[in-house]
């Protein structure tokens, strides 16, 4: 089985600053998924990024970019600029190449200071 | 952009009483998914559906649990005798191409069994 940990349970940053959330995973598969969702206020869980293993270049989303590594079976979220509206939970997930589930860690609450 | 409905927002129920949460998939997506999130405590998967048919179901899901697609629209999740730690919020999704691509999710579902 699969498992996500993600060994921050709060963090801040201040308005405009780089702030990075760390996620680790563990598997004995080879090709997977790997995805990092928001959970604003409003509790709808967001797709922020996706990421495929089997490509070697990080996935990048306007201020959101990933830097996983494979071998360290690493998939840490880096949000540059941050803004005031990116105050959420972000969950790292993980899903198996031929799976039809999502795996969650158990959160990252990120809060945006002015 | 098209969203996931969920209705209610909020639900009270006695324990042992049969509850129902509702949700409206995104209209031309074929795979939906429950998944729940305990105060506090990870996201996890309960259920996947696809073709009229569970595909994919935790072992969380057990007998009081079922789901349904009743009308083409609604996808539903029955709890027949909620037990206390039923207690959760209850997120719905949907994709369109099954596993790998992320799924959007509805707002979810509060349920408090008292």
């Known amino acids: 089985a699969q498992t996500v940990t993600q060994s921050q349970p709060e963090m801040s940053v201040q308005e405009a600053e780089t702030v990075t959330l760390s996620c680790t995973y563990d598997t004995s598969e080879n090709n997977y998924y790997l995805f990092w969702y928001k959970q604003p206020p409003s509790r709808q869980m967001i797709l922020v990024i996706r990421q495929e293993a089997y490509k070697q270049q990080n996935a990048t989303e306007n201020r959101f970019s990933v830097n996983f590594q494979k071998a360290a079976k690493s998939f840490s979220l880096k949000i540059s600029d941050s803004q005031l509206g990116d105050t959420a939970m972000y969950f790292c997930?993980?899903?198996?190449?031929?799976?039809?589930?999502?795996?969650f860690g158990g959160g990252t609450r990120l809060m945006v200071k002015p | 952009e098209p969203e996931v409905t969920q209705t209610p927002s909020h639900q009270v129920t006695q324990m042992g009483q049969e509850v129902i949460l509702h949700c409206v998939p995104i209209s031309n997506h074929l795979y939906f998914y429950w998944y729940r999130q305990i105060l506090g405590q990870k996201v996890e998967f309960l259920v996947s559906?696809?073709?009229?048919?569970?595909?994919?179901k935790s072992e969380i899901f057990d007998d009081q649990f079922s789901v349904e697609r009743p009308d083409g629209s609604n996808f539903t999740l029955k709890i027949r005798s909620t037990k206390l730690e039923d207690s959760a919020m209850y997120f719905c999704?949907?994709?369109?191409?099954?596993?790998?691509?992320?799924?959007?999710f509805g707002s979810g579902t509060r349920l408090t069994v008292v």
């Open positions: 559906f696809y073709n009229n048919e569970i595909s994919e």
């Open positions: 999704a949907s994709n369109r191409q099954g596993a790998n691509y992320g799924y959007t």
């Open positions: 997930a993980f899903e198996s190449n031929a799976g039809n589930m999502l795996t």
